[in-house]
């Protein structure tokens, strides 16, 4: 494994990081059978969360992927986190391997840290979701005003695999964890109960379903609904040029699918929605332009530390070339700071500019 890191150091598929208080190596992409995220604390080992793979049909689908009872988890929206304790502190790391200054300020309303404590190796892998997170525009309609932590897995240091089934609900009921909606056990020959519980998702605007193989090989597959879909649609057009094609592409073959097995109807408001999910991103990031010379979108957080603000706008401003963070405010109101930011799309803001100034585009 050393040769290994070595290796992926030296092809630049993985880097040495310095944040906050740690130094760490962390893989920015996979590598050989390493998964990006995967972080080298010292001598202990992170292990990034590992790909799920999609089924686009129910039905086939899991009869093709499972050969043994599956449990049904929600599969929340929001951003993926890796929580453990290391020399003394509470550590968080996002999906890409990065120390989340965010993540860490706010994790003890939600968890009873005595966890970590009383189980110095376990890594508690959760979704934050809400409005008052600093990374997704989108929240599920479930949680309201902040955010909230739901724990869908745990996994140990130094290890890939993930804690049993049974032990991880052990440990979730044992310390009151905040944790995602579990729908039971099931077969592929439940087919018609599973199909009720994603259309009853579907009308409430949840996103979809994690599968969980009740066995030793612990398989995963996910599977979302039409609305969720339809959702990031809307979300994202009006920063359409920061993602690739398939991003859109993908996401509306994934809605026909699940109201062609759903037997969902076609009507005029479908229509009406996903039109309206397209043009009204564009119209608001052409708007924008107009009034403001920038395409971007506010973002409001709080935190316990003023330094972990601070820390967090400090990271974001240097993760991503396409994307320029602007702090408008940080003030204390009552218990918590209240940090105010924007993230400026440079490459809509560039076009947008150029094209509405007279410019030739070629196509």
Known sequence: MVEEFKEAVQ???????????????????????????????????IWGYPHIGRIFRLDNGLKEQFEHPFFIEEKVDGYNVRIFEHDGDIVALTRGGYICPFTIDRVHEFFNLRIFEENPDII???????????????????????????????????????????????????????????????????????????????????????FKEDSER???????????????IRVTAKNMLQLPPEYFTNRLLRLVLF???????????????????????????????????????????????????????????SASRHIQVIQSRLEKEGDYYILEFEKVYLNMTGFLGHILSGGLVFD
């Open 11 to 45: 092809r630049r598929k993985a880097r040495v990081e310095s944040f906050l208080k740690w130094e760490y190596l962390r893989f920015s992409d996979d590598f050989k059978d390493i998964p990006r995220g995967t972080v080298l604390f010292g001598s202990t080992i």
């Open 124 to 210: 508690i892998c959760a979704e934050v979701a809400g409005p008052g997170n600093p990374y997704i525009e989108e929240s599920p309609p479930f949680v309201k005003g902040d955010i909230q932590f739901f724990v869908f897995d745990i996994m140990s240091k130094n290890k890939r695999e993930f804690l049993p089934y049974k032990k991880k609900s052990e440990l979730i009921n044992k310390y009151n964890l905040p944790a995602v909606k579990t729908y039971g056990r099931f077969t592929p020959d439940d087919i018609q109960k599973i199909k009720e519980i994603l259309f009853k998702m579907n009308e409430e605007g949840r996103e979809g379903v994690v």
């Open 218 to 232: 612990n398989k995963r597959v996910k599977y979302v609904t039409s609305n969720a879909n339809l959702g990031d």
């Open 259 to 317: 109201m062609e097995e759903e037997g969902i109807e076609k009507t005029e408001r479908l229509y009406k929605d996903l039109g309206k999910a397209f043009i009204d991103g564009l119209f608001d990031a052409i708007e924008q332009y107009k009034k403001e010379h920038r395409v971007s979108r506010k973002f409001i957080c709080k935190f316990n530390k003023k330094e972990n603000a601070l820390a967090l706008i400090e990271q974001l401003s």
